[in-house]
């Protein structure tokens, strides 16, 4: 113990006699550091909102579908439980039933392809991506409302706004063209143009009359606590549910996102390996520098009795230390940037591009304490490893060879 | 293609109605189309798509009973030659001979054009329902050379699937339209379906030939012009279906 602390206060002050060249290195690992923190957070952040509002434009935490729904996601697939089932269990959060067609919606000029949604505006309240106080115009107020929302871009492309009517055009379960002029009550905005272009929303009992199927409706969909924990709310369903239909996990229903959430793990630690691997130059480099520079030192040591061990203990202590330093500073950055960046950052210059995965024009980085201590023990093991090639280096000088050197 | 013709031309119409006005509107619509139409017609007529940069003409055979039944089929160009449309009721199917399939149009392509013209899926596809859900007022009512012409307004109904503000047809007193007019909601002026020449043919005054332009474009037309009409002709009852569709018998 007492050797240590020797060691520890040699490799201390070793570590402030050039402390210009310190001071770079612990800029250098501290501005690694802050950006494999700082850029984790942020990619966090990107992929957390997509699926967060992934999730609320498309599938709840857990979705019933009638078994053929998705592979045709067609009226003639309706979901066998009524609209009048009532699930109720701590884990639901809040449920709502929807019908969800494929549909045309034309304007005098311009007709596009969408996704209809019939929704009961009460229930889904919590569970939809729109913010209904938002919404320009208003939202729909009932299942029977007549209006029709959609989104801002599409009212663009269709050249439409509030108070025109457009026609929806789809298909009723005998394939016959089922059809309905609708006033334009609202318009929505969402973090994409291609969610805004995608989907229109009615009154339930509007679009189901339309499509003359009475009471059906072609999913149900559920909203739990946290998208990442959702097991006990599908055991929940799966109980509630018989065979007929199929329950479904977010992760399942798009794919898309399932699959983002855990190619963004591994994508962490490449991303902090990468980093390191650059930073670890420097490192090597620096503690190189340091030992060449200590030669005779190093061999008067050796001459006074120093074991060769105490010599790697001294500069492995070194470069933990100048480590330590730089990841405390380096960690602290980051934090404090995620901190002054709370409010998000505007990225609608690459917007369109983003917008091609999925992703909003607003970042907001996420900071993760496991990616903070992940990064911290990436650079300090591999730091460690780094540093063993120039310590153990000094610690097999020959005390009469590196006397007589001249340095 | 007659029917086409007509169910574009047409339109309009006609509620329970109450007011004298009102009630004449809608009559005068409707001895329009039947005028037109009779309660059974065979035609041949010629299609010209003009565009800026090129011109195609098709000439082709139409069939049309009651209301709700019609079957087109092309003639010329060769190339073309057995592609047909049938409308029944609600709905339409085409054929196509080179791939030997009858395809049923779907609700996301009404919207499309009808075989490259100016005339969508939808335009053609028209039956008497949609006249139901318009509501008509006579605008005014003007002598031109000695003839009659009614100028109607139409105003589609709340829930009706139909897109635009309001349309406009002049219609004369032996009830030729001569001029039907697509108004957007903004009370502008999108498309028109003019009566260029007038014509007695199979013992009827109509329109011999129309053009379907749109207002912002105006290179572009459609063009129908009738060559021979027959009305009130007797058909084989299964003139109207897939079958006779896949398997012309002319």
Redesign the interface.
Known sequence: MRLFGVLFRLAWRNLWRNHRRTTIMLCAIAVGVWAMIFMTALTRGMVDQMIIEGIRTLPGHVQIHNPKFLDDPSISNPVSISAQQSFDDPEIVAWSSRVKV???I????E?R?ITLLGIDPVAERHISFIKYDEVDGRFLVDSDD?GIVIGAKLANILE?EIG????????DPD?????????VVGLYTASTGAVEEAYAFVGRATVQKMLRIGNQTTEVVFVGDDYRDVEALYEVILDAVDDSVSVQRWYETNTYLGSMLNVMDGFVVVWIIVIFLALSFGLVNTLMMAVFERVREIGLMLALGMKPGSILGQILIESMLLLLIGLVAGNMLAWATVMSLQGGIDVSVVAEGLEMFGAASVLYPKLNVDDMILASKVVLVLGFLASLSPAWRASRYKPVEALAKVG | MKKLCLLILVLGIFRPVSGAEERDAQTIIRDAIDHWRGLSSYTEMTMVIHRPDWERSMTMRAWTKGQDQSLVRIVEPRKDRGNGTLIDH??MWLYSPKINRVI?V???M??QSWMGSDFSNKDIARTDEIVNEYEHSILGVEIIDGVTVYEIESV??????????KEVLRIRADHVILRHS?F??DGEL?KVLETVEIAEMGGRIIAKRQRMSKVDRPQEWTEISVIFVAYEVEFHDNLFTQFSLRNPRD
């Open positions: 494929p549909a045309v034309s304007s005098e000029r007709s392809g007549k439409t025109k009517r457009v026609v929806i055009m789809s298909q394939n016959d063209i089922a059809d309905r002029g609708f006033r | 609600n709905n049923k779907p609700s996301s009404m919207g589609p109904l709340e829930d009706a699937a139909i897109v635009w503000g697509f957007d909601q999108v």
